[in-house]
């Protein structure tokens, strides 16, 4: 029995983590901002566009949110090189997260424009918004503004999902603590500071987030109060 | 993908798998559920220290993936002396994982029963435990229901990652299929389809209950 | 105030013959008015009348199903009118404000001068402190609408109106969200713009004020205009149903 933890041997190898953390953060980062897009193309898509894209963009997020993240990977990954395509590991596990977290925005973003009464959306037709102006100007903000707080949850939770790209061997955060482990055989002292370094990396994406609710929000930065 | 080798030992390989994927299922729900309900009292305990305590545990669990529960169970504990099985690994971090998120929705849950039934019970002389038990959890479940059976997608899409551990479940039956056909993406899109057949029923039931129910609370969690 | 348009012999609304139903509710039984330019109407009836839908109607905000429906020109009635050009000559303001939560006052009436008729940021900020000044809101330019009193978020919503220079306003019982002390100061906006010579159509409960204010009154029941003409006719009412409407003090 072997119960003395060593982390020295672990801790010497700190370059590897801040490599890895910084691949996470940077498949987080990149999957956040295409997914988000995506996410708010398919709530609008679903909303005003015509049925076959309102049904595409629903089959679309029921398909991602009842199928795990780990498939979806692997389905991404074999998909692309069966269709001839070579990528690197990081770019198809940004892509596969893009498509993942897509999906859940869909919802969030889908729930934060029900939220706007319908009186804001004539009164941005009457004085003579397009369709499009009134979705800028008087729908996406304060839809974003209502479900900010459920939007970058989910961001955070992606930046822990991605710990499975390690699986196609994505170096990121879990691969670094995977060879660290194999290399040192200290498992235990290995994962903990890999868990260590995800509880850091999601306290700095929450305050990322709360800085940019600033930023973006002038009237909750101004009154304070929610929306 | 036209002239397949795949063929009926290997759809009942997967089918097999997928029986493992519901039996960690219920694993993860069934203790993973009363951890977690444990952990949903302490959050609203009268003393600071057990919400303080308990609050720290959601946090530290929810800002760990659970990927690397998984390897710290299984691959970090036998070095220190405690030897354990794929599917013992598998259930012990999915009942880690789901105890802190379960606990959170409940905690929501019991905070939105209506003060005015705290303080009704409290007129009536009841003690804590006693206005706990007989008037704010009975509400509180109904509550409940819509989003637990919501999380239960989660779970069994988790279950996925016990593969890792090598605990033979859908995931991992697909992975040792594909090591002898190589055909992985028409191995992945059966597996896919297997665990939306699982899940979609759920969601929808889930989706009905909270419109039944018209409580809408947005919980959502991403499979990690 | 002058009328040059050349056109100014021509009403600025007219409805004729306008059905509409809801289901098998009809609503709008074969409604005809017009509304001469410089002219202020108010459409009064009770709740379920037709009077707020016949209002909408005018902006394009429900379709009709027959009838013809002529706004400064643009045919409403066309299904394929170009929303934009008519929506730039008509204002309305309803009864739940519906200024924009998440911009200041000043952000809520420059937006579509700048969107809709490219006017330049500094351009449309003069204007904003213009028409803010026209409703006694000078100093509001940098509040939220949650930080204004109801009437004064009603009053901030007139002049989101009025700076893209309508030539017809449209009220929809723009007070009967309001608390009674707080009316007064929305129906004096509401009277200067008449007496500066605004054509407006205005669906009100507020008797008295639409007997002092308004040229002529459309009474509209079951979904018909039962009675109309000059405000004098809510003194003496023809039909036993606007009788009735007066007599009730609704």
């Known amino acids: 029995m072997n119960l003395r933890l060593d982390f020295g041997v672990v801790l010497e190898r700190w370059p590897l983590f801040l490599d890895g953390a910084w691949m996470t953060l940077q498949l987080a980062v990149l999957a956040t901002l295409f997914g988000f897009a995506l996410g708010a193309l398919c709530a609008v898509g679903r909303r005003s566009g015509p049925p076959w894209l309102a049904k595409l963009c629903g ?25 001839g395509f070579s990528l690197s590991a990081f770019t198809v596990a940004a892509l596969a997260l893009t498509i993942n977290v897509g999906a859940y925005t869909t919802e969030i973003m889908r729930a934060g424009f029900d939220s706007i009464p319908r009186g804001q959306l004539e009164a941005g037709e009457c004085l003579g918004l397009s ?23 989910q961001f955070v939770l992606l930046m822990l999902a991605s710990s499975v790209t390690s699986q196609i061997s994505a170096e990121e955060l879990t691969a670094v603590a995977n060879y660290i482990q194999s290399d040192t055989y200290r498992a235990f002292e290995s994962y903990i500071t890999v868990a260590l370094f995800y509880l850091a990396l999601s306290f700095v994406m929450r305050l990322g987030f709360w800085g940019l609710g600033l930023v973006l929000f002038p009237r909750r930065r101004r009154l304070g109060t929610p929306l | 993908m036209i002239a397949t080798q795949l063929g009926a030992t290997h759809l009942q390989f997967l089918l097999q798998g997928a029986l493992w994927t519901v039996v960690l299922s219920a694993i993860a ?3 993973g559920g009363l951890l977690g309900f444990l952990v949903a009292l302490c959050r609203v305990s009268g003393s600071r220290a057990v919400r303080l305590a308990s609050g720290a545990y959601v946090q530290v669990v929810q800002g760990t993936p659970l990927l ?37 929705i409940w905690r929501g849950c019991i905070e939105s029963v209506p003060k005015p039934q705290w303080e009704a019970a409290e007129c009536l002389a009841m003690s804590r435990t006693q206005r706990m038990f007989h ?24 279950t996925s990652l016990a593969s890792v551990v090598g605990f033979v479940e859908l995931a991992r039956a697909g992975q040792i299929i594909n090591n002898s056909l190589f055909e992985p993406f028409l191995v992945y899109l059966i597996i896919a389809l297997l665990y939306f057949a699982m899940c979609y029923p759920l969601s929808r039931w889930s989706r009905r209950l909270e419109r039944r129910t018209g409580f809408a609370r947005r919980q959502q969690v991403v499979s990690p | 105030m002058s009328q040059p348009l050349p056109s100014s012999a021509a009403p600025v609304v007219s409805l004729r013959d306008v059905h509409k139903s809801f289901g098998s509710l009809k609503v709008l039984d074969g409604v005809s008015f017009e509304v001469p330019r410089g002219e202020v109407m108010a459409i009064i009836g009770r709740s379920g009348s037709g009077k707020s839908t016949a209002l909408r109607c005018i902006d394009r905000l429900e379709t009709i199903e027959s009838g013809e429906i002529i706004v400064c020109g643009h045919r409403v009635s066309d299904p394929k009118l170009p929303l934009r050009a008519l929506r730039l000559d008509v204002g309305i ?16 009436i420059c937006l579509a001068p700048v969107t809709v008729k490219g006017k330049r940021r500094a351009e449309a900020r003069e204007t904003a402190r213009r028409v803010l000044g026209q409703v006694g809101l000078g100093d509001k330019l940098d509040s939220y609408p949650e930080q204004l009193s109801g009437g ?22 723009v007070t009967s969200a309001l608390d009674p002390e707080l009316t007064g100061e929305v129906l004096r906006v509401i009277e200067q713009l008449a007496a500066g010579g605004m054509t407006m159509v205005m669906v009100t409960h507020e008797m008295g004020f639409a007997r002092r204010v308004a040229d002529r009154i459309v009474f509209m029941h079951q979904g018909k205009v ?4 000059p405000a004098g006719i809510l003194d003496a009412p023809e039909t036993a149903e606007l009788r009735q409407f007066v007599g009730s003090g609704l």
């Open chain 3, 226 to 229: 039962w009675e109309t003409g």
């Open chain 2, 29 to 31: 729900l069934v203790g």
């Open chain 3, 152 to 173: 004064q978020q009603q009053r901030a919503a007139i002049a989101r109106s009025l700076a893209m220079e309508p030539q017809v306003m449209l009220f929809d019982e």
């Open chain 3, 93 to 108: 303001v309803f009864q739940s404000y519906n200024l924009f939560p998440h911009l200041t006052i000043e952000e809520n």
């Open chain 1, 59 to 83: 089959g679309y997020v029921e398909a991602i949110r009842n199928t795990p993240l780990l498939v979806q990977i692997f389905l991404v990954y074999f998909g692309l090189a069966s269709l």
């Open chain 2, 135 to 158: 008037v704010v959890l009975p509400q509180a479940v109904r509550i409940a229901t819509p989003p637990t059976v919501g999380f239960l997608v989660q779970i069994i899409k988790n």
């Open chain 2, 68 to 104: 690397v529960i998984m390897f710290l169970v299984f691959f970090g504990l036998p070095p220190l002396g405690l030897n354990v099985s794929p599917l013992a690994a598998a259930s012990a971090s999915l009942i880690l994982y789901v105890s802190a998120y379960m606990g959170e």
């Open chain 1, 131 to 153: 369709q499009r102006q009134v979705y800028w100007h008087v729908l996406l903000l304060p839809a974003m503004e209502r479900v900010y707080p459920a939007l970058t949850s």
